[in-house]
């Protein structure tokens, strides 16, 4: 019997005591050969895994079936794994209940939050909820947060009863309290959804900062949008990281935020708003401006030209001006007006000036007759020598 082999996928719930992983594959073969459960099962995980041994997802599911058959607990847990998932053979949730039902019998909390899975989805049996909840329950009871997690999913959602929020609540966070990160993320949308109390179960944003910290990508994605909607450079700051460490694990709804012009302009505001954030929101106003977003390119072309976070360069200011004002912006008008009328960035130029001004005021913008008046105070004559405003109003 060739044992050295194994399968391709991770099974998180079965792991191996010290002792059998530290055992050689000679001694666990010999042992297997002899019926021994424990090896067999042992040599089915590591088959299953690629741990020591090739990886053989049949070889794996024939030494599960071995050792459940011979009554070893978590091989008859595995082995339903395996027929639930087809591991090493076709898919069949009937005979993955089955054994999911002799470990649960024998009060195997993970089989049994798999036997309610099969009743709550309705596979390999009729769909039952109530049914779901009570096998739930008893892993729960067993001290498996999945037990808890998954009653409050059921409670929460209402499945098969009326929705019941106070106790979904507190089972998520008995489950929060086992560690168990999406149980945190859960418990704080409720919190954010006023479905629980934060008086009870503290502020949403702590809760998502919770499951964040332990690497779930939807609550650092909730956290960031909580915390760009606090305000502050601070708060830009964190909401920053943790959309950026979402992304990396391919959160669509993350990488959206960070690449679009619209969340980019956000993101800068944010961090400018106090002068240790400027020359960070500089780098994301020009992210946002080379996308084409207008506002961008204005507050871009103002932190340029007044050298906010940034090297001063009227130059280059005036240039993020010209692609504002293309896009429609009045103000983009009114400061490119100023630069060319005192030769800032660009060439003197007080008829040009002139025009700029009036296609502001045209737009509304309030300074720019303002400003009009001031350059005919400096003898500043009209184009046709009439009504300096004329198309202007």
Same mark, same amino acid.
């Given at each position: ?9 991770? *099974?998180?719930?079965a ?37 020591? =041994? ?5 070889? +794996? ?10 009554g ?19 898919? @069949?949730?009937?005979?993955a209940?089955?054994?999911?039902? %002799? ?8 089989? /049994? =939050? ?6 709550? /989805? ?15 329950r ?12 998954? %009653? ?8 098969? &009863? ?24 859960? #418990?704080?949308?409720? =919190? ?5 109390? !934060?008086?009870?179960y503290?502020?949403? #944003? ?27 450079? !601070? ?13 990396? /694990? ?8 960070? +690449?679009?012009? &619209? ?5 800068? *505001?944010?961090?400018?708003? @106090? ?22 390119? #204005?507050?871009? !072309?103002i ?15 005036a ?5 504002? &004002? ?11 007006? *100023?630069?060319?009328d005192?030769?800032i960035?660009?060439?003197?130029? %007080?008829?040009?000036?002139? @025009?700029? #001004? ?25 184009? @046709?020598?009439?009504?300096?405003f004329?198309?202007?109003r």
């Amino acid at each position: 019997m060739n044992i050295r082999v194994a399968i391709t996928v991770l *099974l998180a719930a079965a792991t191996l005591p010290a002792a059998a992983q530290d055992s050689s594959i000679d001694d666990l073969v010999a042992r297997a050969r002899k019926r021994d459960a424990e090896a067999e099962y042992t040599l089915g995980m590591r088959a299953y895994e690629g741990r020591g =041994v090739p990886r053989d997802a049949g070889q +794996a599911l024939r030494l599960m079936e071995r050792a459940a058959k011979r009554g070893h607990l978590e091989a008859q847990n595995a082995f339903g794994f395996f027929l639930q998932h087809g591991i090493g053979t076709a898919a @069949d949730p009937v005979r993955a209940r089955e054994w999911y039902e %002799t470990a649960a019998a024998r009060g195997h909390a993970r089989a /049994q =939050v798999n036997l309610g899975w099969l009743h709550e /989805q309705g596979l390999g049996t009729e769909r039952a909820p109530a049914l779901a909840l009570e096998w739930y329950r008893k892993a729960a009871v067993l001290g498996l947060a999945e037990g808890d997690y998954n %009653t409050a999913n059921l409670l929460e959602s209402g499945a098969g &009863a009326a929705p019941d929020f106070t106790a979904a609540a507190a089972a998520y966070e008995r489950a929060a309290r086992k560690k168990f990160a999406p149980a945190d993320y859960r #418990l704080g949308r409720m =919190v954010e959804q006023g479905r629980a109390p !934060a008086s009870e179960y503290g502020n949403a #944003l702590a809760r998502y900062r919770s499951a964040a910290r332990a690497g779930l990508a939807d609550a650092q994605f909730a956290a960031a949008r909580l915390l760009l909607d606090g305000g502050g450079t !601070a708060n830009a700051r964190e909401a920053l990281e943790w959309l950026q460490q979402a992304a990396r /694990q391919e959160h669509a709804p993350s990488r959206a935020m960070l +690449a679009d012009a &619209a969340g980019q302009y956000r993101i800068a *505001l944010q961090l400018a708003a @106090d002068s240790s954030g400027a020359a960070q929101a500089v780098t994301w106003l020009r992210r946002a401006a080379e996308q084409g977003y207008r506002d961008a390119q #204005l507050r871009l !072309a103002i932190a340029l030209e007044e050298g906010r976070g940034t090297a001063s360069d009227p130059a280059q200011a005036a240039s993020w001006y010209v692609k504002a &004002a293309d896009a429609g912006e009045a103000d983009a008008f009114y400061r490119l007006a *100023l630069l060319y009328d005192e030769g800032i960035g660009v060439p003197r130029d %007080t008829v040009k000036a002139r @025009d700029l #001004l009036g296609q502001a005021m045209e737009l509304g913008h309030e300074r720019a007759r303002e400003h009009v008046t001031r350059l005919l105070g400096r003898g500043f004559p009209s184009l @046709d020598g009439g009504d300096p405003f004329k198309g202007m109003r």
